[in-house]
């Protein structure tokens, strides 16, 4: 599978399945910055809940061509809050997901 192939596909599954969620980071000496971002959403299951992940805890897919219109540089970050189904929620680990080089995914596991 090509990287623009994969993308595409994942930009149509969250349109089609997706919600909208605010991204906000803290800036030492600034305001804090709040982006609004389209992402899918879901708990994780029982057999999932391993290698620090934790009941209660979420997984969060954004687009890279989503997230490379928000105007945040580089990726999400641990600490990184997340506003989605109407609870904040802090992003614990960021895993990019890579095809020939090219970022096709990001995954962010998320607490709260």
């Known amino acids: 599978m090509t990287p623009s192939r994969a993308i595409r596909m994942l930009d149509r599954q969250i349109a089609k399945s997706g919600q909208s969620a605010v991204l906000r980071r803290v800036v030492p000496n600034a305001e804090a910055l709040e982006r609004s ?9 029982a057999k999932e809940l391993v290698g620090g992940i934790q009941q ?15 105007e945040i540089e580089g990726l999400p970050l641990r600490n990184d ?28 596991q998320v607490r709260g």
């Open 37 to 45: 971002v389209r992402v899918f959403f879901r708990g994780y299951g």
């Open 56 to 70: 209660g805890d979420s997984l969060v897919v954004i687009s890279p061509t989503d997230w490379s219109q928000i």
């Open 81 to 108: 809050r997340l506003r989605v189904a109407g609870r904040l929620r802090n992003v614990e680990s960021v895993n990019p997901v890579m095809i020939d080089d090219h970022l096709v995914r990001i995954n962010l």
